[in-house]
């Protein structure tokens, strides 16, 4: 069963746009929560957490919301950049005695010029 | 800064084959990590090493995956014998510690079971 979802395998927006990717998940144990970017032929890069302790974490154009209650987590990319075009993972830590890092399936984010 | 250093980048075997991936984690970095990622799949962990031990692999097929970490730096991830289902890429990452932290990942190994 996937604990971690990511229901939109694509998404293309304009240059210049907001891009919001989103992510669902199912354990209420899940505590910190992280965003990786992809591109093709290269390993994942990290991007953005979040901790359960927050609701909102801004990095420049990157700004993630976490929403506990619904088990939703969001990216928002303002402006977007044919630069950002890549698969964009989320991943989620869970509490306990063993952190382990589950990914979801990704979203590949087409930005058009 | 060098990054998590990964080899081979490509590899093509038959099935019934046995091979091995190289990795080399960023220096200082206690905790490194093997993966497995399916085409259209996100990262699954296959083993964690916390130093030379290892923390989890209980999501590791023991009957054929064997990997170990020399001296707590580099690591190697052995399949013997492959199946057509072990193709995938095998991404290696590695982390300070243990407890949330960013993971950093090399580039990965493009397996092709044939």
């Known amino acids: 069963d996937q604990q971690v979802k990511q229901n939109s395998p694509s998404l293309s927006v304009q240059e210049g746009r907001i891009s919001i990717l989103n992510c669902d998940y199912t354990n209420s144990m899940f505590d910190y929560f992280l965003w990786y970017k992809k591109y093709p032929a290269e390993g994942p890069t990290f991007l953005i957490s979040i901790s359960s302790i927050k609701d909102k974490n801004e990095d420049g154009r990157f700004t993630v919301f976490l929403n506990k209650s619904a088990k939703h987590l969001s990216l928002h990319i303002v402006p977007s950049q044919p630069g950002d075009s890549a698969v964009y993972f989320c991943?989620?830590?869970?509490?306990?005695?063993?952190?382990?890092?589950?990914f979801g399936k990704g979203t590949l984010l087409t930005v058009n010029p | 800064e060098a990054g998590v250093a990964q080899s081979p980048r490509y590899k093509i075997i038959e099935k019934r084959q046995s091979v091995a991936f190289w990795c080399n984690p960023i220096?200082?970095?206690?905790?490194l990590y093997w993966y497995q990622q399916i085409l259209g799949q996100g990262p699954k962990l296959l083993i964690q090493f916390q130093n030379n031990g290892v923390v989890d692999d209980s999501q590791l097929p023991k009957d054929r995956f064997s990997a170990e970490r020399l001296k707590g730096v580099d690591s190697t991830l052995k399949i013997q014998p492959a199946k057509l289902e072990d193709s995938a890429v095998y991404l290696c990452a590695s982390s300070l510690g243990a407890l949330r932290d960013i993971q950093y990942f090399g580039a990965g190994t493009r397996l092709s079971v044939l």
């Open positions: 220096s200082g970095h206690a905790t």
């Open positions: 991943a989620v830590y869970s509490g306990g005695s063993n952190y382990k890092l589950t």
